[in-house]
């Protein structure tokens, strides 16, 4: 079993920056693929960015690639997203996720084992 836990959301003005973090338990953290979604009111949750066990590879949503970075710890169960130049349309709850097939980048939910709480972000105009 794994638990996650995010923080680091927030308000931010359009074309400011935010880091999420995502902590996890369990000592099998780093065998694990990790990503990110949100959800914004009245809509579906969306993939944001994945990360394969070893951070070698990863992958982005078309509408987050270039402005937002996933980085990993293994060493301290952690996952990250620095999200840069930041919109009003990135505003919604986002979610820390885990898949235990770590060789592979799921984009769908349906695709992770464990989820997080989320964590608000909210980008103002």
């Known amino acids: 079993q794994v638990q996650l836990v995010e923080s680091g959301g927030g308000l931010v003005q359009t074309g400011g920056s935010l880091r999420l973090s995502c902590a996890a338990s369990?000592?099998?953290?780093?065998?694990?693929?990790m990503g990110w979604f949100r959800q914004a009111p009245g809509k579906e949750r969306e993939f944001v960015a994945a990360i394969v066990w070893s951070g070698i590879f990863t992958y982005y949503a078309d509408s987050v690639k270039g402005r937002f970075t996933i980085f990993r710890d293994n060493a301290k169960n952690t996952v990250s997203l620095q999200m840069n130049s930041l919109k009003p349309e990135d505003t919604a709850v986002y979610y820390c996720?885990?898949?235990?097939?770590?060789?592979?980048?799921?984009?769908?939910?349906?695709?992770?084992?464990?989820w997080g709480q989320g964590t608000q972000v909210t980008v103002s105009s």
């Open positions: 369990g000592r099998t953290f780093s065998s694990y693929t």
């Open positions: 996720a885990a898949d235990r097939a770590g060789h592979q980048l799921g984009v769908r939910p349906t695709e992770y084992d464990y």
